[in-house]
């Protein structure tokens, strides 16, 4: 804990207090190296942040102290790649392979489980590279930093381990150098992922073509067709001129004191030498005529009709990101436009029926040198290209003459204060994500985080109603810098790609003589042995078992009745927040109406109530509360196999102040909601229907683990019926249904829902505002009627649905890549073996899965899980499937050969510690036990059975969960073009959930 003793003007003199430290600070301090240029508290954060310069390398550093114990480090360069070979991006995975003083592969996927982390990563933008990490623990702070610097100045970047996250050229049988040669490598693939969801193509599209002059216009993370054009020299030497201290922003967040982290990172930079470093990306020279550009990418098998399902948006380049004040201006004034169904733009573009959901990177935008705005939709018709411009641009001309309503003003000014308060477990890395783009293109940190300042002002010059008619003048209907992008779907786009690549493939091979096919297959064994080696990880650092506290976390609650219903109470510093979750029991529904769940909890958090159109229910939310949502809850048993609580979620939150209104807004919503408004439910659906496929493509693993687990219980039968493919199904047959049903059905859920002896409520709030809420819950409740009080709603049982394994092949045209998952029946939370399972999971993950499924077979990523009564294996845009289908009958005889180490299992329960003791915000405490997870008791037993599981304990519940005889789900979902080849091995064929046999 700390508090501030003195605070004077800004970059005068701060005395801090940490705990019993105190230290002061001042511009012009010499610490460790260092001078601190500025010092500033900012007190819409509750926040000290110093800005310090490395004397001797001119390295950037930024400080926060904050009360916060997660604390978080960043380093992160100006990375500005002129083409589209990936090369900022598979630098970015490179470098993480192995440096001078960590000289073993991959010592930051290893530290993944020598680490108390709660966040480990890295990622390349359009524009910077960042390197980020968070974590409680004191130690492990100074460890990870240390891998980190290691790791970005002193990098291997080995030949191998550019082959390996690159790309390269290898024969599908290594062994057999007459095999077919192959494009493979885990950005290459990881690319290839992105390259078939049309969202990312747009919104690439948009930056390419808006900022064409200089880094922008070149696809950062790299064009799968240009990938295998980059070189192992150009990788170095793009590292030697970018990833240099000189070039480098670091930054420190939350309440370990500065001095030591300068002393640290200190040791590393002081060996370098400044060097002029002029990665700055320049403003974008203004057009003189505005600009169109028309894109081609991949359609949607489940829109009828691709010919109306374009994307159309219109983009505009703003000022730079240096000026604060206006890109805080313009972000209040395009989130008033765009925010909510009660915005200009959504009446203009959806509600008139021109498109079916805003287009993807619809908002504004400022991580770039020049800010920029996209506004459009999607599901657009050829011939309505030029009516949704027409449109954007008459929507600009009616604010110039008509201005705003000021209510919807003050809507997005609350959504802003509120979200200063609202805690999140990340707010420091999100925080240091955010001021990164201002610094990076020479701004002060401070100016991006004093936002009371910057929209104090705002108000002043709008209190005479002309300041936002100005700007949308000058920024809008003026700017000729203007980009119309349109992007047409293509059936053949997917074949075309594939074409390409062959042609390069073809193109790298047509010339290979017999000696260079040797010296491809000499190489690829290389490698492979590489990733075979058992690797010495004692030169990295590691957390000790004797470092972890011997109980879980734990936070009082109580407990009361009110009306009948039970209410847990959580009280604590939720910054002057209420939280509330409700939660309606909903296993006394049919089969069918389960169905329906998804739909009716999206419709009723979105229809008008209390007699007000759903645009009036949508601006009263955004003015009173943070968040309002309704959603299906899932909740297996802890206790009994086969056993879950189905339920439907209400959730909200809301300053102190709006307690009252926030209760009215749900009562008005039970009482009366308007399940008549066809075309707000029509364009529910319109947008649901819009996105799907992009979901697919870029969470197709979440989608084939919900397949996998509908095959072994009846918990993941509806799991997979409220939310996976069977729910998109369910989704595009009321999408081509009467919507009148669809309202009928919906109304009738609404009347199961409305008994409030199904309820149980959980509120977390301050001490002083109990009463107002437990006052507000009385008055909701005695609005509901009580239907079936004294019966039991908590607990479901089924039938198990399938009785032997199931393998299922889900094909989705031009998907590229593949997404595959394996099921097996496991044990409640409960149970002894549990804890086991769950160290299983995490050892096949780090030890096994990702040598094989990454390193070597080129997937984005993979993994096992244990959770909801299943033991789970997955992969995430994989190049292989049946290959990886057989790789996991390989981790799970590795597994039960016990080939794992004793140092290998204490890692493993450093990692799942680690994920137990993550932080959790007040908003977010004592759900565990209100979602009827794990008491104290029974968490305290499970970190005790990870604690004491020895590697017989692992052998066995592998021998006993994952042996050949269990029931099993094995789905894959991938590409349609290997439909022929698992219709043949005898696997169902599925398209979009809709089974086809064996043989159709």
């Known amino acids: 804990m700390y508090r501030w003793i003195q605070s004077l003007s800004r970059n005068h003199f701060h005395r801090v207090l940490l705990g019993n430290r105190s230290f002061s600070y001042y511009a012009g301090q010499k610490l460790h190296g260092y001078t601190i240029t ?45 083409d589209d070979s990936g090369v900022a991006h598979i630098l970015e995975h490179t470098v993480l392979c192995g440096s001078a003083k960590y000289p073993i592969r991959d010592p930051f996927f290893k530290m993944l489980t020598r680490s108390f982390s709660t966040f480990m990563n890295a990622f390349t933008g359009p524009d910077f590279t960042m390197y980020p990490f968070s974590t409680q623990n004191e130690e492990d702070f100074y ?14 970047l080995n030949q191998l381990d550019f082959l390996q996250e690159g790309w390269r050229l290898e024969h599908s049988n290594v062994k057999d150098i007459n095999s077919e040669i192959m494009l493979k490598g885990v950005v290459f693939n990881e690319m290839k992922g992105y390259t078939n969801n049309s969202g990312y193509i747009f919104g690439q599209s948009i930056l390419n073509g808006l900022f064409p002059s200089h880094t922008y216009r070149s696809c950062s993370g790299g064009n799968p067709l240009a990938i295998p054009s980059l070189s192992h020299e150009e990788l170095v030497k793009f590292h030697r001129w970018h990833y240099h201290p000189s070039n480098a922003i670091f930054y420190t967040y939350g309440n370990l004191p500065l001095e030591m982290h300068l002393k640290n990172i200190g040791e590393v930079i002081n060996h370098f030498e400044p060097i002029s470093s002029n990665n700055l990306v320049p403003s974008e020279p203004t057009w003189s005529e505005p600009r169109e550009i028309t894109v081609k990418g991949p359609h949607d098998p489940n829109i009828v009709d691709n010919e109306n399902d374009l994307i159309v948006a219109v983009s505009y380049k703003l000022p730079t990101i240096n000026d604060r004040y206006m890109n805080t201006a313009l972000s209040v004034i395009t989130d008033v436009l765009v925010t909510g169904s009660q915005s200009k733009f959504y009446e203009a573009l959806i509600i008139s029926g021109l498109g079916s959901d805003f287009a993807p990177g619809t908002g504004f935008h400022d991580y770039t040198k020049d800010g920029y705005f996209t506004v459009g939709v999607r599901g657009v018709s050829h011939d309505r290209i030029q009516q949704v411009v027409h449109a954007i641009e008459n929507v600009w001309w009616d604010i110039a003459e008509n201005g705003v309503e000021a209510s919807q003003v003050a809507a997005v000014l609350h959504q802003m204060e509120i979200s200063k308060k609202h805690q999140t477990n990340s707010f420091g890395l999100h925080l240091g994500v955010g001021i990164l783009g201002a610094w990076l293109h020479d701004t002060n940190p401070v100016q991006y985080l004093e936002l009371d300042s910057h929209i104090k002002q705002f108000k002043e ?66 490698l492979q042995s590489a990733q ?19 109980s879980p976390l734990h936070y009082d609650i109580n407990s009361t009745n009110v009306e009948g219903v039970p209410v847990q109470i959580y009280t604590g510093p939720t910054n002057g927040i209420s939280y509330l979750n409700v939660l309606i029991s909903d296993c006394d529904l049919a089969h069918e109406q389960v169905s329906v769940l998804p739909l009716y909890c999206k419709i009723l958090s979105a229809v008008g109530a209390g007699g007000k159109s759903y645009q009036d ?56 909601p308007n399940f008549r408004e066809m075309d707000r439910i029509k364009a529910i659906l319109d947008a649901e229907v819009a996105g799907q496929k992009d979901q697919v493509t870029s969470s197709g693993h979440r989608f084939a683990l919900s397949r996998s687990k509908s095959y072994i219980s009846p918990y993941g039968e509806v799991c997979e019926q409220i939310g996976g493919l069977k729910q998109a199904r369910t989704v595009q047959q009321f999408h081509c249904d009467d919507i009148e049903k669809l309202g009928s059905e919906v109304a009738g859920a609404h009347v199961l829902h409305s008994d409030r002896s199904l309820f149980s409520i959980a509120v977390n709030t301050t001490t002083d505002k109990v009463d107002d809420n437990l006052e507000a819950i009385s008055q909701l409740l005695r609005g509901i009627p009580d239907i079936r009080s004294g019966k039991d709603y908590g607990i479901e049982s089924r039938e198990i649905i399938a009785v032997q394994s199931a393998n299922e092949f889900v094909e989705i045209p031009n998907l590229g890549i593949n997404f595959c998952a394996r099921s097996y029946r496991a044990v409640p939370a409960s149970h002894s073996d549990a804890a086991k399972l769950t160290l299983l999971s995490s050892l096949l993950s780090s030890k096994f899965l990702h040598r094989e499924i990454r390193e070597k077979g080129g997937a984005y990523g993979s993994g096992a899980i244990f959770s909801e009564q299943a033991f789970s294996f997955f992969s995430y845009r994989d190049p292989n499937n049946l290959k990886t289908l057989s790789t996991f009958d390989h981790a799970i005889n590795w597994a039960v050969s016990r080939s794992f180490t004793d140092q290998q299992l204490e890692e493993a329960k450093i990692s799942v510690i680690g994920k137990l003791d993550a932080p959790i915000t007040p908003g977010k405490r004592g759900l565990i036990t209100f979602f009827g997870g794990l008491s104290f008791e029974e968490r305290q037993a499970f970190r005790s059975g990870i604690l004491n599981a020895s590697c017989r304990d692992l052998q066995d519940v592998a021998v006993r969960y994952l042996s050949e005889d269990q029931i099993q789900g094995n789905v894959v979902v991938g590409p349609d073009t290997d439909t022929s080849k698992f219709r043949d091995l005898g696997y169902f064929i599925d398209t979009y959930g809709q089974k086809k046999s064996a043989n159709s």
């Open 617 to 672: 229910c949508d601006l009263e939310k955004m003015l009173r509360t943070g968040n309002f949502s309704c959603s299906t809850h899932c909740a297996v048993d802890k206790n009994e196999m086969d056993k879950f609580k189905l339920g439907t979620l209400l959730s909200s939150y809301c300053l102190n102040e709006n307690i009252p209104y926030m209760f009215a807004l749900w009562q008005e919503l039970f009482n009366s």
């Open 532 to 550: 075979d080696k058992i690797q010495d990880a004692s030169c990295l650092p590691c957390i000790k078992l004797s470092d972890i506290p011997s």
């Open 143 to 156: 460890n990870l930093l240390s891998v980190y610097c290691d790791a970005v100045f002193f990098p291997n």
């Open 38 to 82: 500025s010092v500033d508290e900012v007190k819409d954060f509750n926040l000290i942040s110093l800005e310090l310069i490395h004397d001797k390398s001119g390295a950037r550093h930024c400080h926060i102290i904050k009360d916060d114990s997660n604390n978080c480090f960043s380093v992160a360069f100006a990375t500005t790649p002129k």
């Open 461 to 526: 010059l709008d209190s005479s109603g002309n300041h936002i008619k100005d700007i949308v003048k000058e920024h809008f209907i003026s700017n000729k810098h203007k980009l119309t992008v349109t992007l047409i779907p293509d059936k053949e786009y997917g074949e075309k790609l594939e074409n390409k690549e062959s042609m390069i493939l073809q193109e790298k091979t047509k010339l290979l003589t017999q000696k260079d096919k040797e010296n491809l297959q000499k190489e690829a064994l290389k």
